[in-house]
Structure formats: structure tokens, C-alpha cells
């Protein structure tokens, strides 16, 4: 893709989990309709609604955010507990951590992103808008968590509005400046091919 690409939320098509256990809508992944056994990266929305494992993915970094719902325990086979409670709580760890999620009080929802370790790294900020900067990195997703945000890139006079669970995909994000406007919070994920064979 050579410029930015608006995902909206009615868009996202709701799929079983690897294992069965939840749903999921893919927000974005690479290469494109790569499947849940041969992505670099992926970015999507979870709802879990009973207590049950995580899906196992083998040699992947994951990062799962709390968006909505009263949060849920997660515990790892070695009895390690990690409870997340309020919106915007995060839990980082590795695709092969066998953990068990149980909803606290009814279903959660849940931004996921999920990193082929050798072949891709990212990081995941939480901002409040208004806010700018440049971006340094191979690819950007902008997510809006809540809110309206308007977000313009470089000098461009044209913006574009992102509603909740909205997102902007930048595929040729490096040195390009974003502005964000309104009132809301998203989420900035930079996004850089460590691997040739992959970029």
C-alpha cells in the first residue's frame, strides 16, 4: 500500500480465535492475508467472554490492551497472576506463555498486537489529544481507543476523523509528521521490518 488506509470499525469481520476459545477482528496484519500461522505482524480486536486459554503462537511478542469491560485475571501455568481492571491496563508476553483469561464480571474487550520476534519490532504509546510528532518508523497504525479525532499528516490540507476503535494504517510512515486534534485517546503503533526477506 503507498499511503495511508482509513479502517473503519463496521468493517472489521469478527472470526473464531486459533484456538476457538474467543472471537477476534483483524484490524491489520502483514504480509496481507497472511493467516494465524504465517503473519509478521497483526493488529486486531478481542472479546473474551469466558474463562478459558489463550491460543498459543510460537516465536510471536504480544501486547494486549484493556478497551471496555470490568477486566480479567490472567495466569500463567507457573501460577504467575496478572489482573487487568481498568481501560488502557496492558499485559506484554510471549506467544508461547501458556495463560488461562478469566472475565471479572462479563465480556472484556481488547486490543491485541502480535509481533513476529525475528522478523519485526514495534512499541505501542498512549496518547491524548491533541497531540503531534513525526514518526519514525516503517508503519503506523493509529487507533482511536475513545473519542473524535481528526488526524492531518504532514501539510497536507485534507484530514481525516477517526471514531472509536477507528484506524488509520500508514504503510510509508518514516519521517512524515501527524498532527491529532479533537478530544479522545488513541493508540500510536511504530511499526519496523528487522528482516529483508520480510520487508
Known sequence: MAGPTLIRAHELIAAPWKNGGGSTR????????????????????????QAGPFSRFDGVDRTLILLAGAGMRLETEDGVSHRLAHALDRLDFAGETAIHASPIRGATHDFNLMLRRDAVQGEVEIRHA?????????????????????????????????????TLRIDTARGRYCRVRGQGCLLRIGLNLTSMETA
Not at 497472511?34 to 473474551?48: C, M, P, T
Open 130 to 166: 491533541p497531540c503531534e510528532g513525526g514518526l519514525q518508523c516503517d508503519v503506523a497504525l493509529l487507533f482511536c481507543v475513545e473519542g473524535e479525532l481528526e488526524i492531518t499528516l504532514d501539510d497536507e490540507a485534507a484530514a481525516c476523523t477517526l471514531s472509536a476503535s477507528d
Open 26 to 49: 483483524e484490524i491489520a496484519c502483514f504480509p496481507a492475508a497472511a493467516g494465524l500461522d504465517d503473519f509478521i505482524w497483526r493488529a486486531s480486536l478481542a472479546e473474551v467472554a
